[in-house]
């Protein structure tokens, strides 16, 4: 949906700083963590990484795998896969394939170290960068490989400050990075899921458009989970009975039982955050 601009543009200095010092270290990095959200394969990948990271070696941890429907998000695995893509689920919740990520890198470094042998070097500790939006789990995902917590998490995007070195693995040394976006978001549609699932700081959104986003979103894409959690089996062009319906269900009244349809914004959004209507994945390949 192109033709559906937005006026979105969160590009703090931060991540424009973030971008420069990535170019300055990357002749240091053997290999790319670029991660993504499960839930949305297309919309979280970073639309210029190609130009950030070059031709390094990447391997793309889909974060969040737990939380999608992999029916879809499988079709995505596959089209990257098919792209050249060393693709790897994962689970953070349970940190399950963790050892994947681990089994790859040292497979990437092996031509690396046969060439360092050649000229009579000692094999060397792997260096790995970590990229990806805010918040699509990787201080999470670093705190899993590391097994203890090596790095503060958030649920909110801009955690993450400043790039700095952390060993994951007694071979592995791994570069963490503030979550990184581009400067102009022009797809209406990326826009929204990002900031649904809080890869863009909702302040920059209307609370009230993202939460109409994601119940239409639902609606279209599983509508018997919208129904199961709210009991909404329609909507209409205006939303304020739904929204209604919903307060009055979840509790989100002030004096008198008058609905407050901010906190009913704030529900939608945050249910959907922490998987409440199930397995979802909003990007699709027409999307765009």
């Known amino acids: 949906m192109n033709e559906n601009k937005t006026n979105i543009n969160w590009y703090p200095g931060h991540m424009a700083k973030t971008k420069r010092e990535i170019k300055e270290k990357l002749a240091l990095i053997d290999v790319i963590y670029e991660v993504i959200d499960a839930r949305m394969p297309q919309s979280s990948k970073i639309v210029d990484i190609d130009e950030l990271v070059k031709d390094k070696p990447r391997i793309l941890i889909m974060s969040k795998y737990d939380l999608c429907d992999r029916a879809v998000t499988d079709s995505f695995i596959r089209f990257y896969q098919e792209q050249g893509y060393r693709v790897v689920p994962v689970d953070l919740l349970h940190g399950k394939d963790l050892d994947k990520i681990l089994a790859i890198s040292h497979e990437l470094m092996e031509k690396n170290n046969r060439e360092r042998a050649k000229k009579g070097l000692k094999p060397r ?109 329609s909507l209409g062009e205006d939303l304020t009975e739904v929204y209604e319906a919903i307060g009055k269900k979840n509790g989100c009244l002030g004096k008198g039982g008058i609905v407050l349809f901010e906190k009913v914004y704030a529900l939608i959004v945050r249910d959907l955050k922490e998987g409440r209507f199930g397995p979802v994945t909003f990007d699709r390949f027409e999307k765009k």
């Open 125 to 233: 500790n792997i260096r790995a960068l970590i990229v990806g939006v805010p918040n699509v789990g990787k201080s999470t995902l670093i705190n899993r490989l590391v097994g203890r917590k090596a790095t503060t998490v958030g649920d909110r995007p801009g955690v993450t400050k400043a790039l700095g070195w952390i060993r994951i693995h007694k071979d592995i040394e791994l570069l963490d990075s503030p979550g990184i976006l581009w400067p102009k978001i022009e797809d209406a549609e990326t826009a929204l899921i990002l900031a649904a699932f809080s890869s863009i700081k909702e302040e920059l959104l209307d609370l009230q458009e993202i939460s109409a986003f994601v119940l239409r979103k639902l609606h279209e894409l599983y509508p018997s989970a919208l129904e199961k959690r709210y009991g909404i089996s």
